[in-house]
Nanobody, 121 residues
Framework: QVQVVESGGGLVQPGGSLRLSCAAS????????MNWYRQAPGKQRELVAA???????NYADSVKGRFTISRDNANNTVYLRMNSLKPEDTAVYYC???????????????WGQGTQVTVSS
């Protein structure tokens, strides 16, 4: 089993910045992709940013140039630096990690509980 814990959300004014953190712990043999999703009220969950095991990255068009995803493999942690925040970035942000529990095993998906980001003046 793997535990995924996000932190760093909060209330910020438009134009401000936040950094989200997500730490994975437990039965981890290998960590593959680590991703950030978000879900705004009344909307579907969407992929915001993704980082592979070799640190290649991918971003939603709506956050390109403003958000940066990074990872610390030694500590099984992924970060999301969010700059120039807009009211439309308001959502619950979820961390998703892809894990193998053993060398020959399959890849499992785990999710955190989410952290609220509110952008408002």
């Amino acid at each position: 089993q793997v535990q995924v814990v996000e932190s760093g959300g909060g209330l910020v004014q438009p134009g401000g910045s936040l950094r989200l953190s997500c730490a994975a712990s437990g039965s981890i043999f290998s960590l593959y992709a680590m991703n950030w999703y978000r879900q705004a009220p009344g909307k579907q969950r969407e992929l915001v940013a993704a980082i592979s095991s070799d640190s290649s990255t991918n971003y939603a068009d709506s956050v390109k140039g403003r958000f940066t995803i990074s990872r610390d493999n030694a500590n099984n942690t992924v970060y999301l630096r969010m700059n120039s925040l807009k009211p439309e970035d308001t959502a619950v942000y979820y961390c998703n990690v892809q894990v193998k529990h053993r060398r020959a095993g399959i890849v499992y998906n785990y999710w955190g509980q989410g952290t609220q980001v509110t952008v408002s003046s």
